[in-house]
């Protein structure tokens, strides 16, 4: 099977422009997770996907940042109105069936999606 | 999820063993301690991950004591191919009340 996808690998954009970033995740993965990591910072955690659901969206940065995901797969991150603080690369990660309580499930991560606002 | 605490740059040569500590002196009983290496430009990946005493694999060892209050990550003969960042993240699930802590990683550089 292959890994995590992210779309597209680079993205530049203006300010005040929406963007959307898509993850694929590994087939079967019902956990998915989306972070943000600045240069020569480290991971930021956005959101969790548990199926299509989304337990806490506190870690989204503004209400410009949302995510969805549909039919237990792909996941899209939309950025709203960019803003170049918005610049990182967005990295996604799934992980298999994950209940709460149970063992912190191992998470394999896309190569990232970098995004440049102007 | 317990808070960790890393040196922020470590630097060791090939052949030599390096030892990367993890302080997460709040971690609660069910949390496992997760170790991920990444290289640049890439996501991380896993390396190793344990409940208490020491975990071996193929890559490296992770070494836990009685009180787990801190995790040791052995790296053996490293190589140039092991210069990345390193993070340990401890817990145990992701509820509406947990937000994911990677914290800021030890970067390792290794010299020929």
Redesign the interface.
Same mark, same amino acid.
């Given at each position: 099977g292959a890994g995590?996808s992210q779309s597209p690998s680079n993205k530049v954009t203006e300010k005040g422009k929406d963007v959307e970033l898509r993850c694929d995740p590994i087939s079967g993965h019902t956990?998915l $997770?989306w $972070?943000r990591q600045s240069l020569g =910072?480290?991971?930021e955690?956005l959101i $969790?996907f =548990?199926g299509n659901s989304a337990?806490?969206k506190?870690?989204l940065p503004s209400d410009r940042f949302s995510a969805e995901r549909t039919g237990g797969s792909v996941s899209t991150l939309t950025i709203q109105r960019t803003q170049q603080e918005d610049s990182a690369v967005y &990295?996604c990660?799934s992980s298999l069936a &994950?209940?709460?309580?149970?063992?912190?499930d191992?998470? $394999?991560?896309?190569?990232?999606t970098r995004l440049t606002v102007l | 999820l317990a808070k960790t605490t890393q040196p922020i740059s470590m630097d060791s040569y090939e052949g030599q063993e390096v030892n990367i500590t993890c302080s997460h002196n709040n971690i609660a009983t069910n949390d496992y301690i997760t170790w991920y290496q990444q290289f640049p430009s890439q996501g991380p990946r896993f390396i190793i991950q344990g409940y208490k005493t020491k975990v071996t694999n193929e890559v490296a060892s992770l070494f836990i004591p009685a009180d787990r209050k801190s995790s040791t990550l052995s790296l053996p003969r490293v190589s140039l191919s092991d210069t990345a960042v390193y993070y340990c993240l401890v817990g145990r699930s992701y509820s509406s009340a947990s937000k994911i802590i990677f914290g800021s990683g030890t970067r390792l550089s290794i010299r020929p």
């Open positions: 995590v956990a $997770y $972070y =910072q480290g991971l955690f $969790y =548990q337990p806490d506190s870690g &990295l990660a &994950l209940n709460s309580g149970v063992v912190t191992t998470q $394999y991560f896309g190569p990232g | -």
